[in-house]
């Protein structure tokens, strides 16, 4: 007779195995997972490993390690997940054995008797023994962890929590039960083989513990590092920091855009007047209280980018400009322009081609020369000459460069005047303050002319003035 509960109880050892793995897999998942793999039948092994990962899988990042967690929970022994049951019948013992041994178990369950709370949990090992973990509060039990070398004292004490230790004396018990019930020889054997059956059990639990350690020493880590990327200048960054940095930057536009997405949902009726509602909720007492609503905006702000891609700011305007193209849809429009000693936009070029193509043909010298000296009072009079009449009080003008002006005349003069017509001027600097009185820098003169001034040393302070950037929306 086929069994009708195997689909489900593999299932069951699987998702369990998935949430050893890292993975977090609610009830609900856990439902949706089964009926995933009725809906696609279990003959086909590569369609039940994509189904249930549509359901468990929540980032492409981790579809690696599901599949390596599949991939080994299936490549394992099948001794392993079957149950206690059916190892005992396969090193030998009869039915009429098993039966005895299960009445055994289940009167000293009823009994209550100590050591026999989670005896069968224990014996059953595998998904039974994830749920005595779970109970027990594994992940906080665990918190003080700090060092691999203290696995085996926190393991010690889970096995404790868990009464294993009690489990081995009420497992003495039965053994004498079990010679009574069965005879000498066979009642030992059968009783050694749950003792083998409790120790597995306890290897487990050491080795899941080994493993959320490790796992938690791992995480950590990557966070330490991520930390400490995003502190790190743009100009110490080396080529494969560069990249963390850059998917950083495209997952922060990312919950950004989706963040705004919501906001425009929600905010469809206006954001509430706290003024209006007060006044008309006195005409009545309060009661009732009908809450007034602003008129929301019916124009998005217009957003126009000046980066600087000389030598000393480039990686810093490189990270500025793909955060500004993966957030264009949160302004109406969005040109962008970039300049040493001339100023050439890169608007069109941005939208006709790749983010990475067209950023290495404006760095390449594509737009303009990138072999001269940066000259900021001839870029900024040439951009008021050209585009002063684009700028209005709906537009914000972005600035990103570090002030340099190689002793050339600096055009300050020219910032009042676009700072009068702007929504916002923001200038971001990838130089601290303290070079700013130093040398050819003419930023104690630019400061005062904007809106804000903004460090932006590291992806850190990129990520904080682009926050800022999308406030002024």
Not at 70 to 98: H, I, K, M, N
Not at 330 to 348: A, I, N, Y
Not at 394 to 411: F, S
């Amino acid at each position: 007779m086929p069994d009708r509960l195997g689909v489900p109880r593999v299932l069951d050892e699987l998702l369990w195995s998935l949430r050893r793995g890292g993975f977090r897999i609610a009830t609900s998942q856990a439902i949706d997972a089964l009926r995933a793999v009725d809906a696609v039948g279990i003959s086909n092994a590569f369609a039940v490993r994509e189904a249930i990962a549509a359901v468990v899988v929540d980032r492409a990042a981790d579809r690696p390690r599901y599949n390596e967690v599949f991939d080994s929970f299936f490549a394992r022994d099948a001794g392993a997940r079957r149950t206690l049951w059916e190892r005992l019948e396969d090193l030998g013992f009869a039915p009429a054995e098993l039966d005895a041994l299960r009445d055994l178990l289940d009167r000293a369950a009823a009994s209550e008797a100590d050591g026999a709370q989670h005896l069968g949990a224990l014996l059953e090992r595998g998904a039974e023994l994830d749920r005595l973990l779970h109970l027990a509060g594994i992940a906080r039990a665990l918190e003080a962890v700090e060092s691999t070398m203290q696995v085996g004292f926190f393991s010690y004490r889970l096995l404790s929590e868990l009464g294993v230790h009690k489990a081995h004396e009420r497992l003495a018990a039965i053994r004498a039960q079990l010679q009574d019930a069965l005879g000498q020889e066979r009642g030992k054997a059968l009783a050694d083989a749950l003792r083998a059956e409790l120790d597995r059990a306890s290897s487990d639990v050491r080795d899941h513990v080994r493993r959320t350690v490790e796992q938690r020493k791992e995480a950590n880590e990557q966070d330490r590092r991520s930390r400490s990327l995003e502190q790190t200048a743009f100009t110490s960054l080396s080529d494969a920091e560069i990249e963390e940095v850059r998917r950083a930057v495209r997952s922060f536009a990312d919950r950004l855009r989706g963040a705004a997405r919501v906001r425009a949902r929600r905010a469809l009726r206006g954001r509430i007047d706290p003024h209006r509602t007060m006044r008309r909720a006195l005409r009545t007492g309060g009661v009732p209280f009908k809450p007034a609503h602003k008129a929301p905006r019916r124009h998005r702000p217009r957003l126009v980018l000046l980066c600087d891609v000389s030598d000393s700011v480039r990686q810093a305007a490189r990270f500025m400009l793909e955060f500004v193209y993966a957030v264009h849809e949160l302004f109406d429009r969005t040109r962008s322009f970039v300049f040493v000693s001339e100023l050439g936009e890169t608007t069109d070029l941005f939208g006709r081609d790749p983010v990475n193509v067209a950023l290495g043909k404006a760095y390449g010298g594509g737009v303009v020369s990138v072999a001269d000296n940066s000259n900021y009072g001839r870029v900024l009079r040439a951009f008021e000459e050209r585009y002063m009449s684009s700028i209005d009080r709906r537009t914000t003008l972005v600035i990103l460069g570090d002030g340099r002006t190689n002793y050339h005349d600096d055009a300050a003069d020219v910032l009042d005047r676009l700072r009068a017509r702007a929504r916002a001027l923001l200038w971001l600097c990838p130089e601290e303050r303290g070079a700013w009185s130093m040398g050819d820098s003419a930023m104690p003169r630019y400061a005062p002319k904007c809106t804000a001034v903004l460090e932006v040393r590291c992806a850190r302070e990129l990520e904080e003035a682009a926050r800022r950037l999308v406030a002024l929306r």
